[in-house]
C-alpha cells in the first residue's frame, strides 16, 4: 500500500528470485542491500477511486483483500480482487460515502479464500463473519457490543474473541459453530492468533505484570509466558501459517528490536537490529521462510524490507531513498512534577534557544517514536525545534505509566505538558518567549487543555481534530468508540462533572494563544463539531483563529496534496506568531 501517486492505493511489486505469483522459487539468502527494479516492474492494481487503508494476500494467491475508505472517511469498505487487478467485489461494508457502520478484515482463515471480517453497526453492535471470496458465502459466528475477532482455527472450530472497553479487554475463546464462549484471560491487550488446529492462543498481555509479553493460553490451563523482556513491550507478532514461529517486535524506548520464537520446541532467539528504528507491519510468508516488514527512521521515508528468520539478514525493496542529511532524533529524559519520569524526542534546529514546539500524539494509548515526519522536517527547516514527548498515558513503558491518566489523573497529564516547556527552557533548548503546543486526536485534546490551564507559556497553538468537550464528543462520535472511552475517559453520566472540568472548552476565557484549527469533514471519530466549538468560541473572545477543513478527509489525513497543504499550514502559522 503506497501513496506514491498521491492517494493511498494497491500495488504489486515483482521480487528477484521469485515468481509473478509471489511464491519462492528457493530459499532466500541476502546481505542489506537495495534491490533495484525499473519503474516499470511495480503496478496499480485497480480498486477504486477510494483511499486504500490496508491490503492483504491470501494464502493461495489467488485474492487480494482490501481495505478502502469512501470519501476518504472512517466507514470502510471490504473488497476482493485479483492480483491482476479483475473480477474486483464488494465483500462486507456500508455502500455509500455517507452510510453508516464499517467494515474491517482481519485475517485470512487456513489456506484458501475465506476472509474473516469484523462488521461493526451503527448500533455500535460487531459480527464477525467468514466471508469466502470465490462464492460470496457468508458465516456470522459471532456477534456482541465491544467484540472483536481475533482468529479462527484452520478447520473453522474454534475462533479467539477480544472483549471490552480500553484497558480492560478480555481474551476470551468460542467453540463454533453454537459460540460458547470460555474466559482465556483476564484483562489484556489487543493481539491475538491461534494455532492452526485451535488449540493454543497466542496473545500480547500484560495481564499480571506490567509490561506486554506473548503468552500462550489453552483453555482449562495456566497461561505461559513465551517470551518476555524486563526492558521492552512486545509491540506486535506474527505466527506462521504452520504454527512453528513467531516473529516477535520489541518496542525498546520506542525503537524496534526483532526475535524469533520456536513454538514447538521454545526458546528465543534475537536477530541482528533491523536498518530502521521502527517497525510498524511484520507479516510472515505462507511456509515461515520470509518476513515481510515496514520500517521507517526519521530520516527515511516507511518502506518495505524483507528479513530471512533464519539468519537475520534485511534487504530493503520498495521505498524511496533515505534523506540526504540525516535527521537526529535525540531521546531525552527529565522528571515531571511529581517525580515521574517521562521521556520524549528532541529535534534541534540549531543549537542555542530557539523557537519550539511541544508535539503531542493522539491516544492517549500511543506513544511517540523516531518515525518519519515531514512535519518535523519542515519545522527544522524554517528554524523550528521540536519536542514530542510521551506524557503519562503513552503507551511502550508499562501498564502503570498508561493508566496513570485515567479519569481525574488526567489533570497531571496536562502538567505534563507543562513540565515539558520547563524542560525546554530550563536547558537552554527553547526560548522562553517563543514555545508553541499543537498535537492530533486526543493529542489535539492535550493541546486545547495545556492552552487554557498553562496560557502563560504558549506563544500559539495548533489543534488538529481534537475534543473540546467530552459531552459532545460522547453524544456524536461513534457508538463503539463512545462505550469503549469510559474506561479512558469516564462514564459521560455518572462522570459528568469531572468530564466537564476537564473538558476546554469551558476554560476558554483563558485562552489567549492564536490557534490553528485543522480538521477532517468525514471524520466521526473525532465529529467536525469539535473544530467548530473551538473555532465559534476562540473567535468570539477575539483570539486570533484560523480553521483549516479538508472535505475529503477523515480522522487522518491521507492524501498527498492535503498533507502538503497541512505541513505548509502549520508552519506558516507558527513562523508568523513566532516573529511578530
Known amino acids: 500500500m503506497c501513496d506514491r501517486d498521491g492517494t493511498p492505493r494497491v500495488w504489486v511489486q515483482p521480487l528477484a528470485g521469485h515468481t509473478g505469483e509471489g511464491r519462492p522459487l528457493a530459499p532466500v539468502r541476502f546481505p542489506y542491500a537495495q534491490a533495484r527494479f525499473g519503474p516499470h516492474a511495480a503496478r496499480v492494481i485497480d480498486t477504486g477511486p477510494e483511499p486504500v487503508t490496508n491490503v492483504l494476500w ?17 466507514h470502510t469498505q471490504v473488497w476482493a480482487v485479483r492480483p491482476d487487478g479483475t473480477d474486483r467485489r464488494l465483500l462486507a461494508g456500508p455502500e455509500g460515502a455517507l452510510a453508516r457502520g ?76 453454537f459460540g460458547r464462549e470460555r474466559l482465556l484471560l483476564p484483562p489484556t ?42 526492558d521492552a ?29 520456536d513454538l514447538v520446541d521454545g526458546g528465543t532467539r534475537a536477530l541482528p537490529p533491523p536498518p530502521v528504528d521502527v ?12 518476513a515481510v516488514l515496514a520500517g521507517e527512521s526519521p530520516s527515511a521515508p516507511s518502506h518495505v524490507l524483507l528479513c530471512d528468520p533464519a539468519t537475520g539478514s534485511y534487504l530493503r525493496v520498495v521505498g524511496d531513498e533515505p534523506l540526504a542529511e540525516p535527521l537526529h532524533a535525540e531521546l531525552v529524559r527529565f522528571d515531571a512534577r511529581d517525580g515521574l519520569e517521562l521521556t520524549g524526542w528532541l529535534y534541534r534546529s540549531a543549537p542555542g534557544p530557539m523557537p519550539c514546539v511541544i508535539y503531542l500524539h493522539g491516544g492517549p494509548e500511543s506513544q511517540e517514536r523516531p518515525t518519519y515526519n515531514p512535519l518535523f522536517q519542515r519545522l527544522l527547516a524554517a528554524g523550528i525545534s521540536v ?37 525546554l527552557t530550563g536547558g537552554g ?79 476558554f476565557d483563558r485562552l489567549s494563544a492564536p490557534l490553528l484549527v485543522v480538521h477532517g469533514a468525514q471524520d466521526t471519530n473525532v465529529p467536525v463539531y469539535e473544530a467548530e466549538q ?25 492524501r498527498t496534496a492535503n498533507k502538503i497543504a497541512y505541513v505548509e499550514a502549520v508552519t506558516d502559522w507558527l513562523t508568523r506568531w513566532f516573529t511578530e
Do not use: K
Open 279 to 290: 517497525i510498524g507491519s511484520a507479516r510472515l510468508s505462507l511456509d515461515g521462510s520470509l
Open 534 to 558: 473551538v473555532v465559534a468560541e476562540a473567535t468570539a473572545r477575539g483570539v486570533p483563529c484560523r480553521y483549516l477543513l479538508f472535505d475529503d478527509e477523515g480522522h487522518e489525513t491521507v
Open 102 to 177: 464499517s467494515a474491517v478484515f482481519v485475517r485470512w482463515i487456513g489456506y484458501g479464500s475465506t476472509l474473516l471480517v469484523a462488521e461493526l453497526a451503527a448500533t455500535g453492535m460487531t459480527e464477525a463473519v467468514l466471508i469466502d471470496a470465490d462464492l460470496g458465502n457468508r458465516d456470522t459466528i459471532a456477534a456482541g457490543p465491544l467484540m472483536w475477532p481475533s482468529a479462527v482455527s484452520h478447520d473453522r472450530s474454534r475462533a479467539l474473541l477480544r472483549q471490552g472497553p480500553r484497558g480492560m479487554r478480555e481474551m476470551t475463546v468460542a467453540d463454533l459453530p
Open 429 to 507: 533548548v527553547a526560548d522562553p518567549a517563543r514555545v508553541a503546543c499543537m498535537g492530533r486526536s486526543y493529542g489535539g485534546y492535550l493541546t486545547l487543555a495545556a492552552l487554557v490551564t498553562h496560557p502563560e507559556l504558549f506563544r500559539a497553538g495548533v489543534d488538529v481534530c481534537g475534543m473540546a468537550d467530552f459531552a459532545t464528543f460522547y453524544a456524536l462520535t461513534e457508538p463503539w468508540i463512545a462505550a469503549a472511552a469510559v474506561g479512558e475517559y469516564g462514564d459521560p453520566v455518572a462522570d459528568r462533572d469531572l468530564l466537564r472540568a476537564l473538558s476546554p472548552i469551558h476554560s
Open 189 to 230: 491487550t489487543d493481539l491475538g492468533a491461534l494455532s492452526p488446529d485451535g488449540e493454543v492462543a497466542y496473545v500480547r498481555s500484560n495481564a499480571g505484570r506490567d509490561r506486554a509479553v506473548l503468552m500462550a493460553l489453552r483453555v482449562g490451563e495456566a497461561p505461559q509466558a513465551v517470551a518476555e523482556r524486563p
Open 233 to 261: 513491550e512486545l509491540d506486535r507478532f506474527a505466527v506462521s501459517a504452520d504454527g512453528r514461529i513467531a516473529l516477535l517486535v520489541w518496542n525498546v524506548a520506542g525503537r524496534s528490536e526483532l526475535e524469533v520464537a
Open 387 to 423: 519536542l514530542a514527548p510521551n506524557v503519562r498515558g503513552s503507551s511502550g513503558f508499562g501498564r502503570a505509566f498508561q493508566d496513570a491518566d485515567n479519569h481525574a489523573l488526567r489533570f497531571h497529564a496536562i502538567d505534563d505538558v507543562a513540565d515539558s516547556v520547563a524542560y
Open 58 to 74: 491470501s494464502p493461495d494467491g489467488e485474492w487480494l483483500a482490501v481495505q478502502v475508505a469512501p470519501g476518504g472517511g472512517e
